[in-house]
Each structure stands twice: as C-alpha cells, then as structure tokens.
C-alpha cells in the first residue's frame, strides 16, 4: 500500500532530511488560527465555559469549595426526583470530599454499570471555547461514568477552565508526558442527542440525558 | 453494495414521483443550511480556518506514506494493531478474522461510511456473525433494509410514519397498539432495545473521522453516544478507516474538528468527540482489551497524482449535499452507491469506475454552492468536469449526445455558419412560438421539455441585437 501511495505521489520514501522535518513537526506539533472568542479574562472565561455548558443543555453548579460538593450534589438529585445513590470515579479528589456529610447519599466506587442512574465523573479540564469537558481515561477515571448513567455528574475545578482546545492538549501532555494519549480522550459537550428522527433535535439518545457539571471556584484569579 | 448509479436517470424519476420522499426533502432540506450558516456567522475566523484546513489536508496527502508509517507506530507502542488492507476484500477479511478470533456471535456497530463501501455487515451475517448498527438512523435503515440515504443523516428520506410503522413491525415483542405521542418516545424505544445490543456485543465497530500519527488515535465524532459505548463495553474493538483520513497532530485534528460540526450539523462541536488510543491499559476498570485500526486504500491511492487527489481532502461533512440543488430533488437513494450528492458524484466514479457512475458527475447544474461550503474547499465542480472529459474520451457518453456535441462544434469553429444558423434557428421558433411565447413539446427535446417549458426566442440572436445596438449608437 505505501509503495502504491509512493508511485501516486510520483516519488519514492522520503529523502531522511525531509523525513526529519515532518518528525519535527510531529514532535513540536504547531498551532494553528486559534479563534479569538476564548481568549478573555479570567472571570469572563469560565463564565463563556458555563454559558457554553448551558447552551448545550447541560448545567452548571459553581460551588465554593470541594467541602460543598456533597451538599451540592444532594440538591440536585432532590430537584430532578432522582435516586441518591450514584457510582462515582475512585480519583482522589472525589475520595477527599466529606461525604459523610451527606449520609443519605449511598456511594459506590468503580466504573459504572448498565443499572446506574447517576455517575460521577472527576473533570480533567473545560474547554471555555465550545463548553466542553475534557475526560481522559485513567484507572481512577473509568470511561463507562460519562457514557451508561442517564444522568452524568462531572466535578471540575475552575482552575483547570482553559480558553482553546490546544490549551487543554497542552495540559493532557504536561500531565503525562509528550506522545503518551490516555486509552481514551473524551471531549464531551452538552448532552446525548440525536436528529435523526425528520431532522428534529430530540435529547437523550444513547448517552446521558442530563448533564450536570460541578464547578469548585478555586481559581483565585476568578474571584 | 451492489451499485445502481449506471441507473441514476431512472431512479431520478421514480425519486421525484416518491410522495414520501419529496415530503421529506421538504421538510429538511433548508435546516442543515440554516444551521451552518448561523454557526459559520458565530465564528468570524470561519473562512480562515477553511484555508488552513485544506493545507492541513494537502500537506499530509503528500507526505501520506510518511504519516501513515508513523501513526502504526503509535498505535502499536501503544498495545494496538493495524491491519493494512489494500481492497474491500481484503478489509472485509481482516474484520471477519478479528470478530472469529474473538469469538464472536453478535457485533454492535457504529455509524461508519466506509463499513458501508466495504459492505462488512454482509459480510459477517453470511458468515454467521449478527452486526447490530446502533446510531439511530443507521438502525431503523438496517430494520428495513436499506442504505443510508445521507453521509451524516442516514435515515434523511424517511417520515414520522415510516418510524413508527418499522418499530412495529419489528419490534413485535411490545404491545402492538402502543401509541407514540411524540418522537422521544420512538427514541426512548430504540434506546431501551439497543442497551441489551450494547451489554451483550463481543465486538465493537466505529468508523474514524481521523487518525492521528502524533499519538497513534483514532477519532470518532457523535452526538448520541452510541460510537462511545460501541468502543467502550465489549472486549475488542475495531476501527475502520480509510488511508486518507491521517491527520499529523491533535493540533492539525483540532483546527479540522473546528470545521467539522459546524459544516455539518452547524453545532460548535458534536456532542462526544472521541480519541481512542489502543486496548485496556493496566488498572482500567473498563475499556476494550483489544484495539485494532482495519487500514483500508480500496482505490484511494490511485487518486493520487491524478486531477482528483484533492477529493481526498473530503471529511465527509455532508455539507455539499445540504446545499445541493439536485441532491434536494432526488435525495440520496438515487445516486446509486455509498456517497451521494457532489462529492459521490467525485468520488464515486474513481472508486467503482466512470464506466458505472458516469451520470453522476453530469447530474450536476454546476452551481458552485458546493465547492463555497466545503470546509476543505475542495473544487467538485472542476472535478466533475474532469470526469465528464473522461467519459467523453473513453467513449462511454451517449451516441446522441456525442453526435450532437460534434454537430455544435462544427457550428462553433466557424463562427458565419453559426451565427446563420442560429438566426435562422432564433427567427423560426420566434415565429413560430410567437402567440404562446413559450414551447410545451418541441420535436427531439421531449426530455428536456417534459419537465419544464422552453421560452421562446424573441426571433433576433443577441449578436443581430448587438450589431444593431451598436448601429443605432453611431447614428
């Protein structure tokens, strides 16, 4: 197959000082235009990642600390009508939070299955840009959490709310070092929809039917 | 997939006189435009990022070989495979094998173009392997047997009713005087039947809107979730993608993701844009334990260095077709094989021959929407152009049509006996159309005076109006 691409593009392998500049491409990997409309201050950046998170018919909680969570996340189950028990991601973060404030909510860690109404999520970034939630696969942040639960709730700092897309890419290789992906990347916004039914939005397809996201205001330069 | 493109005229015909399809064109022809166009106008970098999306793609065509070597590489390291499949066959064998190795008895699916040009679901039914499409459009097609009708809207041609009475006649399992008050509840119904797919699958299939050689990734972009538990519950999963879908980084992928929803669906970005990056790492809780990337040419490669390299610049956003004149008359079916619309009518000639699609490059008004929405700008109508020509040289246009193009350019190389003729021609309709000012029949134009009248001439030629004019200006 290479050697028919070869005789298309009318050349053999590429010359080794050619090949060499595409590997530094590769490994520099430049940006492009990135639109102007993320690029804001701070305040008014995450407030465009919660207009853009509701947009998309998710919601959005800002909440003070993470010792507010529990109380947060027992609001919004009693608002929807929805059972207090939820499967959440074993990440630290989520483990820290006192949840035994809240003794009614009955918590199970791991990966969610099929029976789960509610998952939690941990957030690995928001992207201002288009309100979306970067979700990278992690053993302490299991893949099935943002896709089998009708109801997904994903915990965020503010503090990791970026402008661009490339700014959270950025942010995924610093944590794990140049080239390593995780299994799976999950840029989420909004959701689960489809319109395939005479082209009309109906919301709730395959994947959760509400999203709620809630967002820890840690970032000082926010406030 | 058998191809009726040879049939493009008759199945026209039988489109237009389609009661159900014509109401359904109606009804969603203007919505995906009115869609792009406000989240074009929400973006001003729009008509910016079209250019650098369209070097993005040029750039890595020419460097393909480079690119593709470098994304195995990734994939690999990173626990996966890549199976490189020169033609459908090929490719259809290497899903088989996977799905056998797997054990396999049924396969869930997400939606894939180019699973349709393979024809894998063929394909594994005749070897005892159930495949299960859940994207809702794809479902409800699979259910009555048919193929996508649209490249991102599979279901496009269908009506309310046609749902409903599928669901019924399938899903015989449910009472059979349940009511749908609404379309929610005919999705909550697919919904509901498709978890137990999804939970029970031993193999799941998605598509790839790109590859990327930086970290080895295959992307797959949807707005319901199924692709995302397609690739996420059962133990293998495979992804199907063509040679030119490479793009070199998550840089290059994001600025051509800023193009692809809002060409198509005009959203800012779908709902789940997924990179997925070889099999179950260790202390996942969940995830597939085999990732394999079925790599497939199937005729790609020969485009290159022709007049239709640029074609493979395509990201299958659907906006041409949105756009489309005759794609908004005839709908989808009518084109005859997997890609309708202009750029089917590109592509569809270098992938299964001139010599079967060749109407479909010529059932083009040559408008140019087309080519001023396509996010990669590439030029369809020149390339429909280019296979007319070629029709024209392997002799494969109509004798008519040939007879009549040599008659006119006989006319054309001289320029008194054309302007003779034609003003002879211009006095004889002009007189003779004269009270009715327009022709309903005309004898030998039968065709083209079947749909539509031909006004008449005003008996001058716009050059004896011309010479006069200038006459008059001198006196």
Not at chain 1, 80 to 85: E, M
Not at chain 2, 154 to 176: G, M, Q, V, Y
Not at chain 2, 405 to 428: D, E, H, I, K
Request: net charge positive.
């Amino acid at each position: 197959m290479l050697g028919a691409i070869r005789r298309g593009l009318r050349r053999g392998a590429l010359p080794a000082d050619q090949a060499s500049l595409l590997a530094t491409r590769l490994a520099s990997h430049p940006r492009h235009l990135i639109p102007a409309r993320s690029r804001l201050p701070r305040p008014a950046q995450i407030d465009l990642f919660v207009a853009n998170v509701e947009k998309e018919f998710g919601t959005v909680a800002r909440v003070a600390d993470l010792a507010s969570v529990p109380g947060a996340v027992a609001d919004y189950l009693a608002q929807q009508n929805l059972p207090s028990a939820f499967a959440m991601a074993p990440h630290p973060e989520l483990r820290s939070i006192p949840w035994s404030e809240r003794p009614l909510l009955v918590i199970r860690e791991g990966r969610a299955e099929a029976s789960d109404t509610v998952a939690l999520q941990h957030g690995f970034a928001g992207v201002a840009e288009t309100g979306t939630l970067m979700l990278p696969s992690a053993p302490e942040r299991p893949t099935t959490l943002n896709l089998l639960a009708e109801t997904a709730l994903v915990l965020l700092r503010a503090s990791r709310v970026v402008g661009p897309y490339e700014e959270a890419w950025d942010l995924l290789r610093a944590d794990r070092g140049e080239g390593d992906m995780p299994r799976n990347v999950m840029l989420v916004t909004g959701v689960s929809r489809s319109a395939d039914i005479e082209q009309t939005l109906e919301l709730g397809a395959h994947g959760p039917r509400r999203l709620h996201v809630l967002l820890v205001e840690d970032d000082p330069d926010a406030r | 997939m058998l191809a009726t493109s040879p049939a493009f005229k008759e199945n026209a015909r039988r489109a237009l006189a389609d009661a159900g399809l014509q109401k359904a064109l109606a009804r969603s022809g203007t919505s995906f435009v009115a869609r792009r166009a406000a989240a074009v106008a929400a973006l001003p970098e729009f008509e910016q990022l079209r250019e650098i999306g369209r070097e993005i793609k040029n750039h890595t065509l020419a460097n393909l070989d480079f690119y593709l070597e470098a994304y195995e590489a990734r994939v690999l390291a990173a626990g996966g495979k890549v199976h490189w499949c020169a033609t459908a066959e090929e490719a259809r064998a290497a899903v088989l094998r996977i799905c056998q190795d797997a054990g396999a008895r049924t396969v869930t699916k997400g939606k894939s173009m180019i699973s349709e040009e393979l024809g894998i679901n063929e394909h594994l039914e005749r070897n005892g392997i159930t495949p299960f499409e859940t994207d809702l459009g794809e479902y409800i097609i699979q259910l009555r047997h048919e193929a996508p009708s649209h490249i991102i809207a599979p279901a496009f041609h269908l009506n309310r009713e046609d749902w409903e009475a599928s669901f019924r006649k399938s899903h015989t399992d449910l009472p059979a005087d349940r009511v749908f008050h609404e379309r929610r509840d005919i999705l909550t119904e697919a919904r509901s039947r498709l978890r137990a797919r999804f939970l029970a699958a031993d193999v799941g299939i998605t598509g790839a809107n790109f590859l990327i050689a930086e970290t080895g990734s295959s992307v797959i972009v949807t707005n319901e979730g199924n692709g995302d538990l397609t690739q996420t519950l059962p133990r293998v999963h495979i992804a199907l993608a063509s040679i030119e879908k490479v793009a070199p980084t998550l840089e290059d992928a994001t600025s051509l993701l800023r193009l692809l929803a809002r060409s198509a669906t005009g959203q800012d970005l779908s709902v789940y844009t997924t990179f997925s990056t070889g099999g179950r790492r260790s202390g996942d809780l969940d995830g597939p334990e085999e990732y394999h990337v079925v790599l497939v040419d199937n005729g790609r490669s020969a485009m290159l260095g022709t007049e239709f390299q640029e074609m493979l610049r395509c990201i299958r956003c659907a906006a041409c077709m949105n756009h489309c004149p005759v794609y908004g008359a005839v709908g989808g079916h009518a084109y005859g094989w997997v890609y309708p619309g202009p750029m089917g009518s590109v592509l569809t000639p270098a992938l299964i021959g001139v010599d079967k699609a060749g109407n479909l490059p010529n059932a083009s008004t040559f408008c140019g929407k087309c080519e001023s929405v396509c996010p990669v700008k590439i030029p369809l109508p020149k390339m429909m152009r280019h296979w007319r020509e070629r029709e024209f040289e392997r002799h494969l246009t109509p004798s008519t049509m040939r007879s009549n193009l040599g008659l006119w350019a006989w006319f054309a190389r001289r320029p008194g006996a054309y302007r003779l003729a034609t003003r002879a021609a211009a006095a004889l309709l002009g007189f003779w159309g004269r009270r009715r000012g327009r022709f309903t029949s005309l004898p030998m134009a039968g065709g083209w005076t079947g749909g539509r009248d031909l006004p008449a001439p005003e008996g001058e030629t716009f050059f004896s109006r011309y010479a006069r004019a200038q006459r008059e200006r001198r006196l």
